[in-house]
């Protein structure tokens, strides 16, 4: 055994430690500065999801389903949370993993498409490098392990329709020995599983649905009858998948599931009535969002596939898998911020790779002439070195100066400047525990949920609280409820924690304890101290 591990490694050599280098450039840039960026809010609450569940599990293992989503991805940050004193980078650590696991499913897509070894190391760079990847495999956010999952689905799908002995529809074989012929069923489940996977991680991996059947033209027999049995393979994938989510329906919040999707979506007799003009109409912001976190060049290329001889039908199968996946969402959205439509990456980055390598194949490989070589190497040279430039100009200020991060404007306002950013969570967690050594403390906080207060009980967590209570009480805020007031009057002090545009109750500036703002002119997180004339605040 031993001997056979040493003629692996030696064949291997390089691979290995082509593999190796990757993984040291991916944990140096992802895990360096991983918490700069404040916490956002959706990070929040997650994390405070999985805290309650390591509080009382038996209550809260299905709390995240009250507010319309699946549990898996909470459940995966609980044990980070026992292993991590920072809990935001224990959050964001499972996104790291996440993310590098990633690299390595794109890479091996790639070469169950066909791609050469250079293609498939080219896609892991981009996986770890290009904004969009970049980013979610830094966020404690839902929307990398969808990807992640779906990824997975689709690999071992493609491993279906590239087996050289997957039986076809004849006079001597049925329809079920066609469908579950050995050299295809253990991916077909593999493949189903992972469906499942998703959807137990969030509901729209049900719009992947219409790419994964798409994946039946990868097939390199397109008859009619190798194509039906493709589509019913991916049918019983489907199904697997689906069986899956269903299982939810034994907890008795499986209903609220579906509670939130008004609150995102247009209901289609809204598109009937017109909507859709509305929804329409902002298709050109959610395209330049890929151009700007997938960069042009990868976008060039994506489309330079679609025209070219060699990989053209599966840059097609994969361009328009991508354009599937977003077009429900472009069409019913009614807020569609970056994330939502990330997961595509995975489709337009495979795509740009394999229309790449078609390019350079076609010229190099062929008869073209030497002027068209030197035009075509140094234009891909000056497009990819454009990619490695923005890449780089991303990383560093993700590292260095995390508000200067150079986000879409929907971005800028969801991470860095109003109410869900959490500029100032960390430090104002800091004053309040400086604050309960000393005396007992009540703190009211704007909202209910999210930035404030989970944002300040996730750092709480498995801390002595004894001097401390803290109630989300709404915003704006105007006034301090009665039921706060009665429960904060056991207190020495007490505190209001807001942001400065949503305060509506007049304090004496001398009161302002600390604030800290955002950038681009953002408001500011304020900590006021309210234990001088606190009956005067009640309502």
Not at 55 to 77: A, C, E, H, Q, V
Not at 253 to 266: H, V, Y
Not at 396 to 412: C, G, R, W
Not at 518 to 532: A, F, H, I, K, S
């Amino acid at each position: 055994m031993l001997k056979k591990l040493q003629k692996f490694i030696v064949k291997n050599k390089l691979s290995i430690s082509l593999y190796i280098g990757l993984i040291l450039i991916y944990f140096f840039i992802h895990l360096f500065a991983l918490t700069r960026l404040p916490v956002f809010a959706d990070e929040s609450i997650y994390i405070r999801w999985a805290q309650l569940i390591i509080d009382d599990w038996k209550r809260y293992l299905f709390f995240s389903m009250n507010d319309g989503k699946t549990p898996l991805f909470i459940w995966l940050l609980v044990p980070f949370q026992y292993i991590f004193k920072d809990q935001l980078f224990a959050g964001r650590f499972l996104a790291v993993l996440v993310g590098l696991i990633q690299v390595f499913v794109n890479m091996d897509v790639v070469k169950c498409l066909g791609g050469k070894k250079s293609t498939q190391l080219l896609m892991g760079i981009f996986t770890i490098v290009l904004p969009f990847w970049y980013f979610h495999h830094q966020m404690a956010l839902m929307d990398g392990l969808l990807a992640l999952l779906i990824s997975i689905s689709y690999l071992f799908l493609v491993k279906v329709f590239n087996s050289k002995k997957s039986l076809t529809l004849t006079k001597n074989t049925s329809i079920v020995s066609a469908v579950f012929d050995k050299s295809s069923v253990n991916n077909i489940l593999i493949s189903g599983f992972f469906f499942g996977l998703a959807l137990l991680t969030k509901i729209p991996a049900i719009l992947f649905i219409p790419s994964l059947y798409l994946s039946i033209f990868l097939t390199k027999d397109k008859s009619t009858k190798t194509l039906f049995i493709g589509f019913l393979k991916v049918s019983v994938c489907l199904a697997i998948g689906i069986v899956m989510f269903f299982s939810l329906k034994l907890n008795p919040t499986f209903g609220q599931l579906f509670s939130r999707g008004g609150d995102f979506l247009f209901p289609i007799s809204d598109l009937l009535n017109g909507s859709w003009l509305y929804t329409v109409s902002n298709v050109p912001n959610y395209l330049y969002y890929f151009y700007i976190y997938l960069t042009p060049g990868i976008i060039i290329f994506a489309l330079i596939g679609l025209f070219s001889k060699k990989n053209q039908l599966i840059s097609h199968v994969l361009f328009w898998s991508g354009l599937l996946f977003i077009f429900p969402i472009a069409l019913m959205g009614k807020t569609v911020y970056p994330r939502y439509l990330f997961p595509a990456s995975f489709f337009f980055t495979l795509s740009a790779v394999m229309g790449l390598e078609s390019l350079l194949d076609n010229v190099f490989e062929g008869k073209s002439r030497f002027w068209k070589k030197v035009l075509i190497g140094v234009s891909t040279s000056l497009i990819l070195a454009n990619i490695f430039v923005v890449c780089a100009n991303y990383i560093q200020f993700s590292i260095l100066e995390p508000n200067k991060i150079p986000f879409v404007s929907s971005d800028i306002t969801q991470y860095l400047t109003e109410w869900s950013s959490g500029h100032g969570i960390k430090d104002t967690v800091d004053l309040i525990e400086k604050e309960t050594t000393q005396n007992t403390l009540a703190v009211a906080t704007e909202g209910y949920f999210g930035t404030l207060p989970d944002g300040l009980l996730m750092y709480l967590h498995r801390t002595n609280v004894d001097n401390l209570y803290l109630e989300g009480i709404g915003q704006p805020v105007s006034f301090l409820p009665k039921s706060f007031a009665d429960r904060a009057n056991n207190y020495q002090k007490k505190w209001l924690i807001v942001n400065s545009h949503r305060l509506l109750l007049k304090i004496n500036s001398k009161y302002l304890i600390a604030e800290f703002c955002r950038p681009y002119d953002g408001p500011c997180l304020q900590v006021w101290d309210l234990t001088e004339n606190f009956d005067s605040y009640i309502k």
